[in-house]
């Protein structure tokens, strides 16, 4: 018999998480048994509502060690979700449908062939599968990650007579409907309660003076729900309610008690609080690491790492950082400049620009301009309709797959050509002799060892010309330059004020030079941390946004990371990517709802933004730079 008072009587850990409470179950029970306890401490078995929560649940449960032997051995902790009244029907216990990807376009049920069933979860093995619980390790439990038929994070259905922890999910939010502001779960000195405040006014009550909002404290009940670090609570005089959801925003309210006797309240602050539903207006809201759940010492050591000059070859050398914007939950989190520079000096892309060129083709397809990425890319660019070209894929080009022949003798390849001119006989580029990008870009030969429409094995060769033929497509197909289009579509809709360089025949360089400020890249970066919806508009669709950021062309062995569609993609699946050289860069971990920007130094040399008027960008390497050891420690602050 489950022994309620061990459970009782555990120390459980309590966390908070977007205006809901965690408490961690590590007394193992069936899935009944779990719903049913759960129900008398006035809660629910978690229900995932976003990737975030999905992710941050993950975290949360780590250190669980129950297992499921018809989960292959592996360690899992229950979900609220069944389909126990209607197989196949996935339903959480609140009554709604389980729709994956109404919460992300990411594969949260396992996604290997089923044992022995050849479908992926839920895959009701034995007839007898019923209840969702969520992975802790690869299943079968020690499988390669290639041939496991679901990862840490992932869902999957076993059979609910297991005994599994779980974690019984409290709502403490506060809304406001009808007049009445609900705020069910504040505290005041050491007790805890639910409470309902009925908006008053002057012309209703001469006791509210205020001229925003006043509000009549109607019901205080005791509650037993439990406590966290972000729980509401009323101290000298004010209540503090720290998620108060509105019209799809998120904000922090204070509530003045100027009437004790009739118990009202004055609204007197109301800002928006950083959230996984938060966006930048015009300006950015700020938050310290800790309330949101940051280490901040361990984001010092990045800060350190992009800032602080580093021994090389015996010597001390600079990281010429210009900027550095560390974002999580859409709040910036920690910034910092170098001497001369802020928050509104110009930085550069350099290819850090080909992850917006993907973003707009993928916006080009949503709208129906391009059908797909898999049409021959010769339907745009029909100097090829006449040779082998014509069946180069747009995905071809997106991946760096063109099989076309690279330019250039220099590690920058046909960077240097491209951007500044022709080599000369000891294979320097020339500024007298600059190239028209598009030109240039067409016209490459086929490289028979490369081009995987030919049956090459391994295609992948990093070419700027490749990017530059993707903005092409864009303006042919829409009928307007690649600028335009991305002020219409893209930049107009975040915020963004940015100016994209031309070469010196008039081409916008689609492979980099976008000019903005290390803030407004972060904008983009936050974009596809939110798998392309900015407030309540979906500007990229999440199937793009995801697609082209998984890594889809593998490159080495030895290098930790994989290409997409113009971005790079960790080999943890977790986060991936944009590098610019110079080390500009946006990194994106959607599943903390982390954005971190670091930009070069920068000086621009010439008037306007045209290689056609001797202007230039100056940057400077970094003396030594690693992703790795730059973002890891930014991960790690979020863990517990």
Known sequence: MLDLGAVAASENIIKGFEGHAYEVI????????????????????????????????????????????????????????????????????????????????????????????????????????????????????????????????????????????????????????????????????????????????????????????????????????????????????????????????????????????????????ANLTSSIQTFPSESWITATPDSVGMDAAKLQQAIDYAFNDVMVDGKLMPQNTQGLVIIRHGAIVAEKYASGSAKDSIATSWSTAKSFTSALMGIAIDKGYVSSEYVPAAEFITEWAGDDRKNMTIKNLLQMSSGLIEGGTSSYGDGTIMYIGLEDEEGVSDPNRPVDNVLYSIDRAIDPNRAPWLGATYSWSYQNADSQLLGEIIERATNTSIYEFAQDVLFNKLGINAGWWTDEFENYMAYCCLDMTTRNFARFGLLYAREGKWNAEQIVSQEWVVNSTARSVWLSDSIPYGYGYQWWADDSSDWFFSVGSRMNNIYIHPGLDIVVVRNSSLELIGEGKSRANEAYHDTEFPARWNHHEFFQPIIDSTKP
């Open 26 to 269: 590590n007394v193992p029970m069936t899935w009944s048994e779990a719903e049913e306890h759960a129900k008398q401490k006035l809660g629910t078995l978690a229900k995932i509502d976003s990737l975030q929560e999905n992710v941050f649940l993950q975290s949360l449960m780590s250190q669980i060690t129950t297992v499921a032997q018809d989960g292959g051995g592996a360690k899992y902790f229950w979900l609220g979700g069944s389909d126990t009244v209607l197989e196949g029907n996935w339903q959480w216990v609140d009554g709604t449908q389980i729709d994956s990807l109404s919460i992300t376009n990411r594969a949260l049920w396992g996604q290997g062939p089923g044992f022995e069933t050849g479908l992926s979860e839920p895959d009701n093995f034995m007839g007898n599968q019923d209840c969702l619980a969520m992975g802790l390790e690869t299943w079968p439990k020690g499988a390669e990650t290639l041939s496991a038929l679901g990862a840490a994070g992932q869902w999957n259905d076993i059979s609910c007579s297991n005994k599994l922890s779980f974690v019984i999910e409290y709502d403490v939010t506060a809304s406001f409907t009808d007049g009445l502001l609900q705020v069910k779960h504040l505290t005041a000195g050491d007790k805890k309660y639910s409470a309902s405040f009925q908006l008053t006014s002057r012309a209703a009550d001469e006791r509210c003076w205020s001229l925003s909002a006043c509000f009549k404290l109607t019901v205080a009940d005791e509650t037993i729900l439990p406590t966290t670090s972000t729980s509401n609570y009323f101290s000298d005089n004010v209540l503090k309610i720290t998620k108060f959801e509105y019209m799809g925003k998120v904000y922090e309210l204070d509530l003045k008690l100027i009437d004790s006797e009739n118990l009202i309240f004055e609204l007197t602050h």
